[in-house]
């Protein structure tokens, strides 16, 4: 089970099944106007910022609804699929290729060019984590953190959610791969973390730590955010595949 939408589950699914898996995608999690859905638009009308930050599709998708007619700075995106995101949308991104989250994201920029005393607008999901965010005001930056989207849990009765759910109620799915705090919250609401009889993995050690808070023990964690190193989790932890 992949708790991402197919089109993000698909990497994953390709690179689990040479362990016999059969990746399912389960969108748990969906997004939501930001409580402010306003914020961001002023922000940008607003400008006086060097740098845009964006570290999901999800906050590409916020921008280019956003920007209406303003010019934007340059933008620096995590992975290509936030940047066909906003490529899209018509807005360029530079990309560092070493940029794998929002973390790395921050360093890459940091380490390539000056951000002291500019401002850097960083659009992101409601209660996002702060590390890249500390990462550039420690290197000087000031840095607008706005909410433009909120990641909420899926309805329950969600026809896409319908034979995933089934599946792990039943106590049918082998693993269940997991890629954010936000996933294990609507996988407890939904399912219940306890009932569920999968081992799991996760995306990386963030995710683990909310996973163990729920009372899952022996969590497969993959040392880089990529499809590949799920898979190489999955493989060393659990005896799948050849």
């Known amino acids: 089970m992949i708790t991402r939408e197919a089109d993000a589950a698909a990497p994953y699914a390709a690179a689990l099944a040479p362990l016999g898996l059969d990746g399912i995608a389960l969108p748990v999690t969906c997004t939501a106007p930001a409580r402010d859905p306003d914020e961001l638009a002023r922000a940008v009308e607003r400008g006086g910022y060097a740098l845009i930050v964006v570290a999901s599709a999800h906050a590409a998708a916020a921008l280019a609804a956003a920007r209406g007619h303003a010019a934007l700075p340059e933008v620096w995106a995590v992975g290509p699929v936030t940047a066909r995101a906003l490529a899209a949308a018509g807005i360029p991104a530079r990309v560092p290729p070493v940029a794998r989250d929002a973390t790395s994201l921050a360093h890459a920029l940091v380490a390539e060019r000056a951000v ?78 306890r009932r569920i009889t999968a081992r799991f993995a996760a995306i990386g050690e963030t995710t683990a730590a909310a996973l163990r808070r729920a009372g899952v023990a022996g969590v497969a964690v993959a040392d880089a955010p990529t499809p590949e190193r799920l898979a190489k989790a999955v493989r060393a932890v659990y005896p799948l595949g050849s």
């Open 116 to 193: 002291a005393g500019h401002r850097v607008l960083v659009p992101r999901a409601e209660g996002g984590r702060d590390e890249a965010i500390a990462i550039l005001r420690a290197a000087g930056a000031e840095v607008d953190a706005i909410a433009a989207y909120r990641t909420v849990t899926a309805a329950a009765d969600e026809p896409a959610l319908a034979h995933g759910l089934g599946l792990l109620r039943r106590g049918e799915v082998a693993v269940c791969a997991v890629f954010a705090p936000s996933q294990v919250d609507a996988l407890d609401a939904l399912v219940g973390i």
